[in-house]
């Protein structure tokens, strides 16, 4: 391949993220929380906040029942979202018999279901079951900064690992979202990442006439 010209074709640049590992969690829709628990989600309490503006660890938890097994204690996060999703990692999932794809959050075509066990009832799922992908959360400002937008995939290592094998993330913007890196515990343990790490993320710049929207 014939090489191209220096610097003014690609550039490299890298930016400190800190890292934060998501155990496996279900979203739940209001209907389904109903269902579950027997009474609205307003009336419940947080057990403890978390980063992005306005999300939270729920004192409620659900079984997951997969076709081979079950998850007997798997965290709510909270406040509720318009569909119930279940978010695990590909060894959560393997042990309840259930192969779900790497998706962003929300994407969920073609997902496997399960069933959810509440102390209220039972809810089944037809899909809604996911992996979700490695993503960095950002603001508007950040991802100027960056020079990233929306979807791109972006290339991340551990800050203090050399020779650390990247972990490709997606970009997500919001203006409620605070800057972080987040990873599966499946992929946290091949990073050897833990909460609280911070990893460098790395943009090629490319010639404005290519550059991805
Ligand atoms: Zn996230």
Sequence with gaps: MPSSPPSQEHSVSAFVVPVEVMPRHVHVSPRHYVALFGVPAEMDETARTLSQRGQFVSNRTVEVIGSTG??????????????????????????????????????????????????????????????????????????????????????????????????????????????????TTDHAAEAWATTGDQAQIFVSKMPSTTRLK
């Design 70 to 183: 079950s998850l007997v204690t798997m965290r709510v996060l909270g406040p509720c979202r318009q569909d119930t999703q279940v978010e695990l990692s590909l060894t959560d999932a393997a042990a309840i018999g259930l192969a779900p794809p790497v998706r962003l959050s929300g994407d969920m075509a073609r997902s496997p279901g399960c069933v959810l066990r509440g102390p209220a009832g039972e809810v089944r799922l037809r899909r809604g079951v996911i992996v979700p992908a490695p993503h960095v959360h950002m603001n508007e400002r950040d991802a100027r900064r960056m020079g990233v937008g929306q979807g791109q995939r972006v290339r991340a290592v551990l800050a203090d690992m050399r020779a650390s094998v990247p972990v490709l993330a997606f970009v997500r913007v919001h203006p409620t979202f605070r800057l972080a890196l987040h990873l």
